[in-house]
């Protein structure tokens, strides 16, 4: 009888569902895999650029990540300085599209904060960073996976490329001759626009609020502009 109480024990425990703690501190395991086609966390001794990210609503409803262009060298390791300009609490998340995508469903099930090297949560007027080294190539993705915020436009593409297609990105030289800040345009006499097949001449621009701190009026600059929803932008600037 005893030899069949041990047992029957035995079976019940290896039977019995293991559940997990709701804090989510540290994250959970099955991130990891997306974590690593990634990247990982890098050090922020050996920081190669710094990307300025600024999270916020604008008056049309939307929600949006602003910085220049996420288009990073493999093997690069990026300090994020990330900015809650908005009014709300927003996060940044640094994953793959179908992992954002997985947590996004979780998300809305139960609002969790995570606590993950790839990703940073904060309050409205608040300030952080992420420290990441994309080790791989691919197209990746910036979220925010809070409820609500990824469906109104809270996210944007991380395209990490090889050395030699990032040196192909030709600057153009100008002078910045006007800015509206409150507008998000400003005004460039410049050269030839070669990617859009556009002579010297002196054009309004549109510019992130992000890119616009970097900017003033009689700076000379250069810069790659592109067609972003129909509108001349500035996407780059050094």
């Avoid at 099955?30 to 050090?43: I, S």
């Avoid at 090297?117 to 309050?123: A, G, S, T, V, W």
Wanted: glycine share 8%; proline share 3%; charged share 25%.
């Amino acid at each position: 009888m005893r030899n069949l109480l041990l047992t029957t024990s035995f079976a019940i425990a290896l039977s019995a569902p293991a559940f997990a703690a709701g804090t989510h501190d540290g994250g959970h395991g099955e991130t990891k895999p997306a974590a690593m086609m990634v990247g990982m966390p890098g050090d922020a001794a050996k920081v190669d650029r710094t990307i300025d990210v600024t999270l916020l609503e604008n008056d049309e409803g939307q929600m949006l990540i602003e910085s220049e262009p996420m288009d990073i060298k493999e093997g690069e390791t990026i300090r994020f300085n990330i900015t809650n300009k908005g009014e709300l609490e927003h996060e940044f998340v640094l994953d793959t599209v179908e992992r954002n995508a997985e947590h996004k469903i979780e998300m809305a099930k139960m609002d969790m904060e995570h606590d993950d090297p790839n990703r940073i949560r904060l309050d409205a007027g608040a300030s952080g960073e992420v420290v990441w080294t994309f080790a791989n190539s691919g197209t990746f993705e910036a979220a925010c996976l809070i409820p609500g915020h990824y469906e109104s436009g809270m996210h944007r593409e991380v395209a990490v490329g090889d050395q030699m297609a990032q040196a192909d990105v030709e600057y153009t030289s100008g002078t910045i001759k006007k800015i509206d800040a409150k507008a998000g345009k400003v005004t460039i006499i410049h050269g030839p626009l070669v990617n859009l097949d556009m002579p010297a001449m002196t054009m309004v621009f549109r510019a992130d609020e992000a890119m616009m701190t970097k900017m003033a009026e009689g700076q000379d600059i250069e810069f790659v502009a592109d067609r972003v929803k129909g509108k001349l932008t500035v996407t780059q600037l050094k």
